[in-house]
C-alpha cells in the first residue's frame, strides 16, 4: 500500500502541475509567433498591407512564451546556471544551495516586482488600456497582466521548489535532474 505524501510535498505537486499547465500551453504559442509574424512580413512586403492587430497579437504571444513559462523553465532546471562547483556538490549541499537561492534571491525579486508594477497593472486594468495605434487590439490591460503572471508563478514555483529542498536536506526526496549544457 503506497503511503500517502506529505501536505507540503503535495502542495508542492500541485504548485509544480499548474506551472507546467501554463508553461506547456504558453510554450505552443511559439507556432502562433513564427506564423504570425511571417504573416505581418508576407502582408507588409509583399502587399503593402499593415496589420497592427496581428503585430500586438504576436507581441502579447511573445511576452507570454517568455514570462508565462519561465516559472515552468525553473521547475525543470532549464535556466541558465554557472554551475562550477554546483556540479560537484552533492544532493543535500545542492538543495542547500537551491533553497537559499530561492529564499533570498528569486522570492525577494519576485515581491519586488510585484509591488513595482501593481500600479502599473492595475492602472490598466481601471481604464482597459487600449493599444494607441490605429487598429490595433483593446486588450493593452491584459498584456500588462502577464507581468503579475510571470511573478506570482515564479513565486509560487520559488515556494515549491523550498518545501522540495527542506525534503531533500532531510533526505526524504531524491535530487532532482539537472541539465547540462
Request: hydrophobic share 50%.
Amino acid at each position: 500500500m503506497p503511503t500517502k505524501s506529505p501536505p507540503l510535498l503535495q502542495l508542492a505537486a500541485l504548485i509544480d502541475a499548474l506551472n507546467r499547465l501554463l508553461g506547456k500551453a504558453c510554450a505552443w504559442l511559439t507556432l502562433f509567433l513564427v506564423l504570425g509574424t511571417a504573416i505581418v512580413v508576407v502582408l507588409r512586403y509583399g502587399f503593402g498591407i499593415g496589420a497592427i492587430a496581428l503585430q500586438e497579437s504576436v507581441m502579447y504571444a511573445h511576452a507570454l512564451v517568455f514570462m508565462g513559462a519561465a516559472a515552468w523553465t525553473l521547475q525543470r532546471n532549464g535556466h541558465v546556471r554557472v554551475d562550477i562547483f554546483y556540479q560537484k556538490f552533492g544532493p543535500r549541499r545542492q538543495a542547500l544551495v537551491d533553497g537559499f537561492g530561492h529564499l533570498f534571491f528569486l522570492l525577494p525579486v519576485c515581491l519586488f516586482l510585484g509591488w513595482n508594477s501593481w500600479d502599473y497593472v492595475s492602472s490598466a486594468w481601471r481604464t482597459f488600456e487600449r493599444s494607441g495605434e490605429s487598429g490595433g487590439l483593446r486588450f493593452v490591460y491584459l498584456q500588462k497582466t502577464i507581468i503579475l503572471v510571470l511573478v506570482f508563478s515564479l513565486g509560487l514555483q520559488a515556494v515549491s521548489d523550498i518545501v522540495k529542498c527542506i525534503y531533500r536536506l532531510m533526505g526524504r526526496l531524491p535530487a532532482p535532474e539537472v541539465k547540462h549544457g
